[in-house]
């Protein structure tokens, strides 16, 4: 499948370096370059998936499951691991930055320097139900296209 240039794909192909912790037929996992602790991990599809859009449903759920597992490890790595996030970022405007799928898996403690900034307060029931309406809709399209990604299972 072409790439163009992807350097996760590069990463999945052993053509360009990586600290590789976690490697089957369909996943790749290695550390973050720039870790925002040490342990910082990146989970890949070998094959290139841009987004939630184009990645196989199947696939995704083998991402989580080798996401799942490490995320355990990091608390039994010896590396500092009070608390362990998973954060997938999907599109420009979430702060994707490598249009190559990825789920990060990363150690917290008491005062890393990770941060999310968010405005949220709690929201009257009626507009919560309008807007799971909304998602629903969101499923019903999905569903009239022929359902999410590609279900199947894995070879
Ligand atoms: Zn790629």
Redo the contacts with the bound molecule.
């Keep these: 499948m072409p790439?163009h240039g992807?350097v996760?794909?590069a990463i999945a192909r052993g053509q360009a370096e990586a600290s590789i912790v976690f490697e089957d037929e369909w996943v790749l996992a290695f550390l973050d370059l720039q870790p925002v602790a040490p342990g910082h991990l990146l989970v890949i599809p070998k094959a290139?998936a841009e987004g939630l859009e184009d990645l196989r449903e199947d696939i995704g759920v083998r991402v989580w499951t080798v996401a799942h597992r490490l995320g355990r490890a990091l608390r039994l790595s010896g590396l500092r691991c009070e608390g362990v996030n998973l954060f997938l970022a999907d599109g420009e405007a979430a702060f994707q930055e490598v249009f190559?799928v990825h789920l990060h898996v990363f150690p917290r403690f008491k005062g890393d320097p990770f941060r999310i900034e968010a405005d949220s307060r709690v929201r009257e029931r009626h507009l919560l139900d309008e807007t799971a309406a909304a998602v629903r809709s969101g499923i019903t399209a999905l569903d009239a296209a022929g359902g999410v990604g590609s279900p199947g299972v894995l070879e």
């Design positions: 790439d992807c996760f794909c290139h190559h």
